[in-house]
C-alpha cells in the first residue's frame, strides 16, 4: 500500500466517522450475537435487514 494510499483511507475514515457523529449515515444493525453462537442459523432463517454483529465479550480480569 503507498503512502498515498494510506492517507486517502485515514481521510475518508475521518470522514466517515464524522458523518456517523453527524447523523447523516445510520447502520442498521439486523441482530447482535454472542460469538460462541452459530450465527449461521439465523443467515438461514432468511431475509435479513441489516448488519448481523457479532458481540465480543470482555475478558475477566
Do not use: C, N, W
Amino acid at each position: 500500500m503507498s503512502r498515498d494510499s494510506s492517507l486517502s483511507q485515514r481521510s475518508a475514515s475521518r470522514e466517515f466517522g464524522r458523518l456517523l457523529d453527524d447523523g447523516k449515515i445510520r447502520v442498521v444493525i439486523d441482530s447482535i450475537y454472542p460469538l460462541a453462537e452459530k450465527v449461521h442459523e439465523r443467515t438461514a432463517q432468511g431475509y435479513i435487514q441489516g448488519k448481523i454483529v457479532l458481540g465480543v465479550a470482555k475478558a475477566e480480569a
